[in-house]
């Protein structure tokens, strides 16, 4: 059964860093399709950075580029989202997501993933 589980939300100052984590269990993380959302109090669901299973291409939206970027531990079956330069716009519940078809990163980030987490609250306010 496929599990993602989101850990590291928290209360950060603008300007500061935060690590996101997303533990996978049920599947092999390795080069598979990786995805991190968000979604704001009465927004609708942004996809911020987003991988593919079909090209070594990762998108990343005009909102977070430069500032977060993905990294994995192959080991701990684990991604982290690693997002600097925090601003009280990036205020969101942020999801890892993954699929298991062939498409571009482009297309998970504007159309979603099939495998959700429940989300972790992170919090920028001075």
């Known amino acids: 059964q496929v599990r993602l589980v989101e850990s590291g939300g928290g209360v950060v100052q603008p300007g500061e860093s935060l690590r996101l984590s997303c533990a996978a269990s049920g599947f092999t993380l390795d080069s598979n399709a990786i995805g991190w959302f968000r979604q704001a109090p009465g927004k609708e669901r942004e996809g911020v950075l987003c991988?593919?299973?079909?090209?070594?291409?990762?998108y990343y939206s005009d909102s977070v580029k430069g500032r977060f970027t993905l990294s994995r531990d192959n080991t701990k079956n684990t991604v982290y989202l690693q997002m600097n330069s925090l601003r009280p716009e990036d205020t969101a519940v942020y999801f890892c997501a993954t699929d298991f078809r062939r498409y571009s990163g482009s297309h998970y980030c504007s159309n979603g993933m099939d495998y959700w987490g429940k989300g972790t609250l992170v919090t920028v306010s001075a």
């Open positions: 991988t593919s299973n079909s090209d070594d291409i990762t």
